[in-house]
């Protein structure tokens, strides 16, 4: 098997499972967004035949048109079209720099293992993470820092490199519902350099959801199954630390507030584009949920009101970049291009929409076509309680359920 397909077999591993919002999901409030309240729970298959079996989304189908130039772009004699072309320039500056970026992260990493104060770790580990994961791997190559955290962090990356950090007002949503600041903002190419993917940054003394979902070990084979019908054990598959013939999933988290925050950011900001960019293909927009080691996408639909969320994906392996980590932020954080969305047939998407839309009703204008970006300050709000756990096992492919229910 060529480098390309043991890479592309690993990144095919990876899935979405699909969420949904209970009863109790305060999206019609005035919020802050580190005081949302979800109440999440992953969504089941609506068949008889396959009881308490949750529905995922492979990462392949979701970036379809992304591991197609993949393919293409491992083959001297295919050419890309332009766009292609740039992107594919930008993976392969990153890649070449790989163990540069490397030694700066762990540098970091070094660093705030040192330190006592959580705020200052955390916004040094979101300049680390902007300057030498995030940023070079978008379109623009450029960010913006909460600006909220200028007083933890510096003029320039702590490791060393003197890579300039920038920091912006990163503040989206309405005060009269869900609002507050993404830790960083990927900046679009262009003379206006607005945001067009957000990333929150969870600090080592929390759990990030890429562990806050994984708390009930269960068997990976029993009733899984896959669209392409494809055997799990893949000869040739890239080594992933930490995966084995177990799948584990929980909505729990250490910290309650991290899980809620990273999805009423994510669907403020998906809507926020929605209300921006109404002509985009498909309106599925992502956020990186990233810690120090591991990081989740978390993706909205505010068309479909669909609302899904990655298994946990590691970024070091032995101290080295792992490339799968690698080129899938690199699809994530050019969505615009390789996203294709959710695969949909015969209204079947209903069954697995996270009923935001019908949870937030009264204010659902607001979401709409009321959401601000580029904000420097929000009102002070109260505290808020958090969502029950809901522990879940197994799970079915979003695109097998689709054929089997036609």
């Not at 979101?126 to 379109?139: I, N």
């Not at 291009?337 to 929409?353: A, Q, R, S, W, Y």
């Not at 420097?376 to 505290?383: L, R, T, V």
């Amino acid at each position: 098997m060529a480098d390309i397909d043991v890479l592309l077999a690993g990144l095919a591993k990876f899935k979405f499972f699909f969420i949904r919002l209970r009863l109790g999901c305060n999206g019609v409030m005035s919020c802050p967004l580190t005081e949302a309240k979800c109440n999440p729970e992953l969504i089941f298959a609506e068949d008889e035949n396959l009881p308490n079996v949750p529905v995922i989304v492979r990462f392949s189908s979701v970036f379809r048109r992304g591991f197609e130039v993949l393919h293409r772009n491992n083959k001297s004699d295919v050419r890309l079209d332009e766009k292609a072309e740039i992107a594919a320039n930008v993976l392969q500056k990153y890649m070449t720099d790989k163990e540069k970026h490397a030694k700066c992260l762990n540098s970091i990493l070094g660093i705030i293992a040192e330190m006592d104060n959580v705020e200052c770790k955390k916004t040094i580990l979101a300049e680390a993470l902007a300057v030498h994961l995030l940023g070079p791997l978008c379109p623009s190559q450029s960010f913006i820092i909460n600006e909220n955290c200028m007083k933890n962090g510096g003029k320039e990356c702590r490791c060393g490199c003197k890579t300039s950090v920038a920091y912006g007002a990163t503040g989206i949503g309405n005060e009269e519902v869900w609002h507050g600041f993404a830790d960083i903002m990927l900046l679009c190419t262009g003379k206006e350099k607005e945001p067009f993917a957000s990333a929150t940054v969870v600090s080592d003394n929390h759990q990030i959801p890429g562990s806050s979902f994984d708390a009930v070990v269960i068997p990976a084979k029993r009733q899984k199954m896959d669209y392409d019908n494809s055997s799990d054990e893949e000869e040739g598959e890239e080594e992933i630390p930490g995966k084995s013939s177990v799948t584990e999933i929980n909505l729990s988290t250490s910290d309650p507030h991290v899980i809620d925050q990273a999805l009423a950011q994510t669907i403020v900001f998906a809507s926020l584009q929605r209300q921006r960019h109404p002509s985009f293909h498909n309106h599925l927009i992502p956020n990186i949920v990233i810690s120090s080691h591991h990081f989740r996408v978390v993706m909205y639909d505010a068309e479909l009101d669909v609302l899904i969320c990655s298994d946990e994906i590691p970024i070091f392996f032995r101290g080295q970049l792992l490339p799968s980590a690698i080129k899938a932020l690199w699809l994530v954080l050019h969505y615009e291009m390789f996203c294709t969305g959710i695969p949909g047939k015969d209204g079947l998407l209903e069954e697995v929409t996270s009923k935001f839309r019908q949870r937030v009703q009264p204010k659902l204008n607001m979401y709409d076509k009321e959401l601000k970006v580029g904000v420097s300050s929000f009102p002070f709000q109260k505290e808020f309680s958090t969502p029950k756990d809901n522990e879940v096992c197994d799970f079915i492919d979003w695109e097998h359920y689709i054929e089997q229910r036609s």
